[in-house]
C-alpha cells in the first residue's frame, strides 16, 4: 500500500494512526500542499479529487478521502478493531468522527483559509480569528456530545482507541497550534493525553514524518 500524505495534514494524520492501530505498513509519499508544483501532477496522475489523503492498494486501486480509508481498511482488516461491535454504539463512534471531519474540519482547512486571505483579502488576524472560532465551537460540541452521552472511558468509546480517537487527535494538534482555547475541554484534552501514550499515536506524529519540516 502506498499513501499520499502530508505531514502537517490532519486528514492524513488520521489514516496514519488507523494504519498504526492495525499494524499495517504503508509506504508514503509526500505531496507539499504549500507548493504548487506537486499538486497538478498529483491530481493528473493518482487522484482526481487532488486532496490529501489517498490510499493506493495493489488489489483495490486508490481510496481517496479520509474516513473512506479508514471505513476500508476497518473492513479489509477487522483486527483490532476501529469500530464496536453494537449498533448504537459504532453510530456513536461515527457521529463524534463526523462532527470533526464534516463540522469543524472543513472550515478551517488550508484551502478555505487561502481563499479567504487571497480572494477575499482578508488579514491573517481575522483569519486566525474565524479558524479559532470554529475549531472551538466545533470542539466544544464534541465535548458536551461526548460528556453527556455516558459512553466515554479513556477514549470516546470505552477504553480503547477507535476511529473517532484517530480524528480527535489531529484535531487537537492543530488547535494548539493556532492556539485555541481548550479550557472547556477537559475531557478530550484527557483523552488526546492518553492518546498519546500510544505507540501508534506517536508514530503518526506530524513531527515523525518523513516530509517534516
Not at 459504532?90 to 486571505?117: E, F, G, Q, S, T
Request: with cysteine; aromatic share 8%.
Amino acid at each position: 500500500m502506498k499513501l499520499y500524505s502530508y505531514f502537517r495534514s490532519s486528514a492524513a494524520y488520521r489514516v496514519r494512526i488507523a494504519l498504526n492501530l492495525k499494524g499495517i505498513e504503508a509506504e508514503q509519499e509526500a505531496i507539499h500542499l504549500l507548493q504548487s508544483e506537486p499538486l497538478p501532477a498529483y491530481r493528473a496522475a493518482h487522484n482526481p479529487q487532488g486532496l490529501i489523503p489517498a490510499l493506493e492498494s495493489d488489489e483495490d486501486g486508490l481510496i481517496p478521502q479520509s474516513l473512506a480509508i479508514i471505513e476500508y481498511l476497518e473492513e479489509r482488516f477487522p483486527e483490532p478493531a476501529l469500530l464496536p461491535a453494537g449498533l448504537a454504539e459504532r453510530a456513536y463512534v461515527r457521529a463524534a468522527a463526523l462532527l470533526i471531519a464534516c463540522d469543524i474540519h472543513p472550515l478551517a482547512n488550508l484551502r478555505v483559509l487561502k481563499y479567504l486571505k487571497r480572494e477575499l483579502g482578508q488579514e491573517q488576524a481575522a483569519i486566525d480569528t474565524w479558524y479559532r472560532h470554529w475549531v472551538e465551537d466545533g470542539l466544544g460540541r464534541l465535548e458536551a456530545f461526548v460528556t453527556n452521552g455516558g459512553r466515554s472511558g479513556r477514549f470516546i468509546l470505552g477504553d480503547t482507541p477507535m476511529m473517532a480517537d484517530c480524528l480527535l487527535v489531529p484535531q487537537l494538534f492543530n488547535a494548539r497550534r493556532l492556539e485555541c482555547d481548550l479550557s472547556s475541554m477537559p475531557t478530550l484534552v484527557a483523552i488526546d493525553a492518553r492518546c498519546q501514550e500510544i505507540e501508534a499515536f506517536r508514530k503518526a506524529h506530524p513531527s515523525v514524518q518523513p516530509d517534516a519540516e
